[in-house]
């Protein structure tokens, strides 16, 4: 046979890996996919589904199944999509049970803390005059807005997480493209920060980061969303001891530089994810389109 013929005659599995969104986490993903001979794989963050094509669905899927939970990820299998009365596709997995309503709760906690303290540490960071300060603040309320986006995309249609997905990106782009602007002109004052107030504020968000997943704890096993929680939670704590470490190096220097060093850091990584979300979303939305054409009127 042919590899044009082989092309033709391969099958489309997509799934749904609950909880996964981020780009890390997709390239895993997509890694794992291709370890067992899977070359045709896309892996959205903005909707968390796994596209791939196989010529041989009985034996590779399986495969694809054992090597991706096998590094710690759930999959839910979608059956052929249904185009609804509003030209959505609906691909929602049969079983949503894992998400509990204690779970649920949980998430709400996370939400609250992310965003109550992104709210005061941007008043830290203006009180403080710290650009760093002010980024990870942007970092907490992002983290808490993506999160009550996601409880409240639960049961949702691809089309509609695409959505919902595009929206985020769209607003994570815009707070790096303003912290950054800000940074610029602060480069500009040369206006060094209160060092002692930036770094009290960076070591309670530390802190706060860690308590964020206490309420996760009890629903550590069986569900990618809390992976998902602990990867942000890993990649904030670094980000906040960047912050503590730029304080010292603040008064240790008598300069700002360490300060908007970090906050372009900060902000440059807002800029990546933001541009993973908004490429995926767009990506998902144009896969439903082309559905939505095929399907029977």
Known sequence: ???????????????????????????????????????????????????????????????????VTGIGYRLDRLDAPSVDAEGDIDDLPKDLSHITPAYKRALWIVVA?????????????????????KADALDFLGDGLITFLGILAIGWSLVWRARSAL????????????????????????????AELMGLFAVIALVVNVVAVLPLLPYRTGDANVRAVWLFSRNDAIGNAAVVVAA???????????????????????????????RDARSDLNEAASASARAPA
């Open 113 to 133: 803390l992310n965003v109550g303290y992104g709210i005061v540490e941007m008043f830290g960071g203006f009180l403080s005059g710290s650009q760093a300060l």
């Open 167 to 194: 929206i985020q990106g769209l607003f994570l782009g815009a707070l790096g493209l303003g912290v950054l602007a800000n940074t610029a002109y602060r480069v500009l004052v040369q206006q060094q920060p209160e």
């Open 248 to 278: 010292g190096l603040v008064a240790w220097t008598a300069s700002p530089w360490p300060d908007l060093v970090v906050a372009v850091v900060i902000a440059g990584l807002f800029l990546q994810s933001s541009w993973s979300i908004i």
């Open 1 to 67: 046979m042919t590899i044009a013929a082989s092309t033709n005659n391969a099958e489309t599995a997509r799934y749904r890996v609950p909880g996964m969104d981020c780009p890390s986490c997709a390239a895993k993903i997509e890694k794992a996919a291709r370890s067992v001979g899977v070359d045709d794989v896309k892996v959205s963050t903005a909707t968390q589904v796994m596209t791939l094509r196989v010529d041989d669905p009985e034996t590779r899927l399986p495969e694809v199944e054992r090597a």
